[in-house]
C-alpha cells in the first residue's frame, strides 16, 4: 500500500512539474507580443494620460497644473472648430463609403459578373496606395486654379471654380472625396468577405418562394450582414476620429495654418510639435479618447438594433 501510494505521489508530483513546464512554455511564447504591446502601447498610453496633468514643453521639468490643460483646451475655440470639421469630414467622407461598399460587394459577389477578381483587386488598390501618390493626384484634380480637373467638371454645369484649399466647404468636400476614395474599397472587401459566407440554399429557397433581388437583398443579405455591418461602422467611426493624413498632405505646409480642415488629430500634433506644448496636447488625446469611445459605443449600439430591441421592450 506505501508504495503503491508513494509511486502515485511521484506520478502526481511529475504531472504538475510537467503542468507548470507546459504553462511557462506557453507565456514564453506569447510574452514578445505583451512586451511590444507594453513599450509602444500600453506605455505611452499612461504616460499621455499622466502628461495632461502637466505643463511640459518636452525638454524642462514638469510642473502639475491639475485639470488646467483640459480647461484651456475646452475654452480654445480652434478646438471646437476642430472637432466640428472632424465630425463634418467623417460623415461626408465615411458614411456614402459603406452604403457604396456594400452595393459595390453584392455585384461583385453575383456570378453573372464577369472578370471579378479583377474589379476587386482594383477597387482594393486605393487602400494599398502611397499617400504621397494619393496627395499628388488629388492635389492635381483638386488644384485652385481654374484649369483644375475638378473646376472644369463643375464648370460644365455652370459653376464658378472653387479654391479648394483655402475655401470653407471646398476644402472639407476634396477631403471627404479623398477619404472615400482611400476606404471604399476596404470595407467592400469586408463586405464581399460576409456575403461569401452566407449559404446559397437561402438565397435558393428565396427565389422558390417568389422573392426579387431586391427583396432578397434587403430580407435577406442585409441581416445576415450585420456583423460586418457592425465592425465596419466601429472601424469607420473610430478612423475618422482620427484623422490626420489625408488633410495634412492634401493642404501640405498650410494644413497646421489655416483651419477650413483641421481635424482634432492636427490640433493635438499642433499643440505638441508646433508649439511645445505637450500637456494641452495630451488633455486633448484624453479628451479624444473619450470622444471615440462614446461614438463608437453609440454607433455600435444603433447598428445592432439596441434602440429597435429597447422600443420593442417598451
Excluded: C, H
Amino acid at each position: 500500500m506505501k508504495n503503491n501510494s508513494a509511486t502515485t505521489g511521484t506520478k502526481q508530483k511529475k504531472f504538475a512539474s510537467e503542468k507548470k513546464k507546459d504553462m511557462l512554455s506557453g507565456y514564453l511564447y506569447i510574452a514578445p507580443f505583451f512586451i511590444v504591446f507594453a513599450i509602444i502601447g500600453l506605455y505611452p498610453a499612461l504616460f499621455s494620460i499622466f502628461l495632461a496633468f502637466q505643463d511640459w514643453n518636452g525638454l524642462g521639468p514638469m510642473d502639475y497644473v491639475g485639470f488646467r490643460n483640459f480647461v484651456i483646451v475646452l475654452e480654445d475655440p480652434l478646438f471646437w472648430k476642430s472637432l466640428y470639421n472632424t465630425v463634418i469630414i467623417g460623415l461626408m467622407g465615411t458614411a456614402p463609403q459603406l452604403l457604396v461598399g456594400i452595393v459595390l460587394a453584392y455585384f461583385l459577389n453575383m456570378a453573372i459578373i464577369r472578370f471579378t477578381n479583377f474589379f476587386r483587386v482594383t477597387i482594393f488598390m486605393p487602400y494599398i496606395t502611397s499617400m504621397v501618390a494619393v496627395a499628388l493626384v488629388f492635389g492635381v484634380f483638386f488644384s485652385s486654379n481654374e484649369s483644375a480637373l475638378a473646376n472644369y467638371f463643375i464648370g460644365l454645369f455652370g459653376f464658378d471654380p472653387i479654391s479648394w484649399k483655402t475655401s470653407e466647404w471646398g476644402a472639407k468636400i476634396a477631403i471627404s472625396i479623398m477619404v472615400f476614395w482611400r476606404w471604399v474599397g476596404y470595407n467592400t472587401i469586408i463586405y464581399l468577405a460576409g456575403l461569401q459566407s452566407i449559404p446559397k440554399d437561402v438565397y435558393e429557397a428565396a427565389t422558390i418562394d417568389g422573392a426579387n433581388k431586391v427583396q432578397q437583398f434587403f430580407f435577406i443579405t442585409i441581416p445576415l450582414l450585420k456583423p460586418f455591418i457592425v465592425l465596419t461602422v466601429f472601424m469607420s467611426t473610430v478612423g475618422a476620429l482620427q484623422l490626420f493624413a489625408e488633410p495634412t498632405v492634401f493642404l501640405g505646409s498650410a494644413a497646421f495654418s489655416r483651419d477650413e480642415a483641421m481635424t482634432v488629430v492636427m490640433y493635438l500634433y499642433r499643440d505638441a510639435f508646433n508649439l511645445g506644448s505637450f500637456g494641452t496636447a495630451s488633455a486633448t488625446a484624453v479628451l479624444l479618447l473619450i470622444i471615440i469611445v462614446g461614438a463608437a459605443a453609440i454607433n455600435t449600439w444603433l447598428t445592432s438594433g439596441g434602440a429597435r430591441k429597447k422600443k420593442k421592450g417598451v
